[in-house]
């Protein structure tokens, strides 16, 4: 029997907003079969939000969960996923963030918080160690990110406490607000930020004095050395340690093709725009320091200071690629200290960057279409490149001002509302903004649509196209029998094996920079997890085990999304323009997807995960095999279970 006093901290702590009541239940009572960190938190969604719930209803949850390894030394330990129903569209929303959060709910003694109901008033979540406490927020409401953390921690007189927090977006019920980590990292995707909005819960802020226990502990640290030591030996991992996603995603990526030049009008960018925004231009001119999240070797995230200028000074932290992609090519902005600027009004505001990136590009499309003019935007002109339209962008969806407040609703709400053709130009997945480029690699743009939050590239998709792997070692790995990233043969197996890994990833508190994602068969995959796992909670885990997990994880998921959302076959398909419409420049000009291929990769697709090719909901004989009988039953009492077919 499972002894949930190591690697779990065997708590989860409800918290009632309305009643201001809480308490606590086993972590058993999930860990066997959902292990953590996303299982758990959407096995607690699926079970105890009422079909019919909309996302601001006091019926929905927050959840905040972390995992068996979270806060421990396995490399990368710091994560936390936060879920909930999805803003935009009434799906899934589930969100993994780094830092220090995660970790410091567990030495307060819990693996998760999970959030019910509403405040009357606005409130935040103070937790130390047992004391849990609901204290008045009604002074930093519409307070920036940054200017409440630093009300809170003199609220509590505790300056060494970590938070996640949301800004005016969130307050105001922005789709696209997220939930600000240790001020410079969002948990974004699925609107969780507008969702702790309508709570009227400001965030929490969390400070534990405990320790993570693990079963066998000189096995576990032989682990951890060697899972150290194979990122160490990882070519990609020193790229990463050395710039992070903004040295790995910049130049490399424009000729992969992955950034979305224009709102997609390209996939592209100029060279002399990019070089502009390169990492050597930040290195030299801006960078203050590096730092890393807990027990993490990478060193990912940098520190950008800005001592003057139309910005400064302000020092930001948390900058990616993701900032590149979408506010330097989406927008062809190659303004280097503008982009700082743009990336510390997110985390300060708590706009989600890719969302605010897709809406922002669309409305600059629309005005240069005539589809928006002056009289629409109260005077504002809006230009690619122009860095203070974007900057005031920025300011009116997370107020909600003229222009902002349609935007604030997303673009295919704001498209539906607007009318005059303008979902033309829409580019969105499941309702939500997609950020990403998904025409010249197969295998990332599949897992992009196919991801059950509504697109994003951090479920099913993979480098794997681009990374270096050799056609035989595609072939080995994942039956591929080719890794031409135009090909269609056999990509969806690609997804498939990355979905239940993403899923065992965030159910267990590692960070997806670790692994395959990155370096295919070089860093610390599903042995080196399983050898961690088993040493630190005292059961025997396998990789195919692990796998199952992951595989089980997913299927909760993807039950929650057919039973609230109603998603189906249609839903899997990918926004229009990158079927009607090829790349224009660059390596991959004249590349668009192919809707025929698509399709039947949606039927060996549906194939793998035993659902139904018709609808794409599950089949009741795959999740009994899951053994999710109760998940079975959830569906067949709505009729939304898949129905086999010859």
């Given at each position: ?27 058993a ?48 330990c ?65 307070a ?41 990292r ?8 507008a ?15 405990g ?13 951890v ?11 990609k ?28 009008q ?59 992609w979408?506010?330097g ?24 960057n890719?969302?605010?990136?897709v809406?922002?590009?669309w ?36 107020h ?66 681009q ?71 005292g ?46 420049t ?30 794409s ?30």
């Open positions: 029997m499972t002894d949930y006093s190591h690697g779990w901290t065997g708590r989860i702590l409800h918290v009632d907003l309305s009643s201001s009541k809480s308490w606590v239940e086993p972590t009572d999930y860990a066997d079969r959902f292990l953590g960190g996303k299982g758990i938190n959407q096995a607690i969604l699926l079970g105890t939000v009422p079909p019919g719930t909309g996302p601001f209803d006091p019926e929905n949850r927050v959840i905040v969960g972390t995992g068996p390894l979270t806060g421990t030394l396995a490399p990368s710091g994560r936390v996923t936060i879920g909930s129903m999805n803003a935009f569209n009434g799906g899934v929303a589930e969100s993994n963030s780094g830092g220090h959060l995660g970790p410091e709910i567990k030495y307060a003694g819990f693996d998760h918080v999970v959030i019910h109901g509403r405040a009357e008033r606005p409130v935040y979540l103070w937790i130390r160690d047992d004391h849990v406490a609901l204290r008045d927020a009604d002074e930093i409401w519409g920036t990110t940054w200017e409440a953390e630093e009300w809170i921690k003199r609220d509590v007189h505790e300056p060494h406490l970590h938070t996640a927090l949301i800004g005016p977006a969130g307050a105001n019920l922005v789709r696209g607000s997220a939930v600000i980590i240790d001020r410079g969002a948990a974004g995707r699925g609107g969780i930020g969702v702790m909005g309508s709570k009227n819960l400001k965030g929490l802020a969390v400070r534990g004095s320790a993570v226990q693990v079963a066998h502990p000189d096995r576990f640290m032989r682990a050395e060697a899972a150290w030591e194979a990122l160490a030996r990882s070519p991992q020193n790229i990463m340690h050395a710039g992070g996603t903004h040295l790995d995603g910049t130049q490399g990526a424009n000729r992969a093709g992955m950034m979305s030049v224009r709102n997609a390209d996939a592209f960018w100029a060279q002399e725009r990019i070089d502009r925004v390169d990492y050597p231009v930040y290195a030299e001119r801006f960078e203050k320091r590096r730092l890393a999240c807990f027990a993490c070797p990478t060193f990912c995230s940098h520190v950008y200071a800005l001592r003057g200028g139309p910005y400064g000074p302000l020092v930001t932290e948390g900058f990616q690629a993701n900032t590149i979408g506010f090519a989406r927008v062809d902005l190659a303004d280097p200290e503008a982009l700082i600027a743009i990336h510390a009004r997110n985390s300060q505001l708590g706009l989600d890719d969302f605010a990136a809406a922002i590009s409305a600059i499309e629309l005005f240069e279409h005539g589809l928006l003019t002056t009289a629409d935007t109260d005077g504002l002109d809006l230009a690619w490149g122009d860095a203070e339209a974007v900057i005031e962008l920025q300011r009116r969806i997370a909600r001002e003229g222009i902002g407040d349609l935007l604030a609703e997303g673009v295919m709400r704001a498209a539906q509302e607007l009318g005059q053709g303008s979902d033309r130009f829409a580019v969105h997945v499941k309702g939500q903004e997609c950020m990403d480029e998904i025409r010249t690699a197969v295998a990332w743009g599949f897992g992009v649509v196919l991801a059950l939050k509504g697109g994003g590239h951090v479920e099913g998709s993979c480098n794997t196209e990374d270096g792997t050799s056609d035989v070692q595609g072939q080995e790995w994942f039956g591929v029998p080719t890794l031409d990233p135009h090909s269609y043969a056999g990509k969806e197996r690609m997804v498939y094996w990355f979905e239940r890994y993403k899923q065992m990833l965030d159910s267990v508190g590692l960070c997806y920079f670790t692994g395959p994602i990155i370096d295919t068969g070089r860093r610390v995959g599903p042995l080196e997890i399983a050898e961690l796992l088993s040493a630190a909670v059961r025997e885990y396998s990789a195919d085990e692990l796998l199952l997990y992951g595989r089980r994880a997913h299927n909760v998921q993807k039950a929650f999304n057919t039973l609230h959302a109603g998603f189906t076959r249609a839903d899997d398909l990918p926004p229009r323009r990158f079927v009607e419409e090829p790349v224009k660059g390596p991959h000009a004249g590349v668009q997807i192919d809707l025929d291929e698509w399709e039947c990769m949606l039927d060996r697709y549906y194939q793998l995960h035993g659902w139904d090719p018709a609808t909901w599950p089949l009741p004989q795959t999740l009994e095999e899951l053994g999710l009988s109760d998940v079975v039953d959830r569906l067949r009492a709505a009729d939304k279970l898949g129905v086999s077919r010859a």
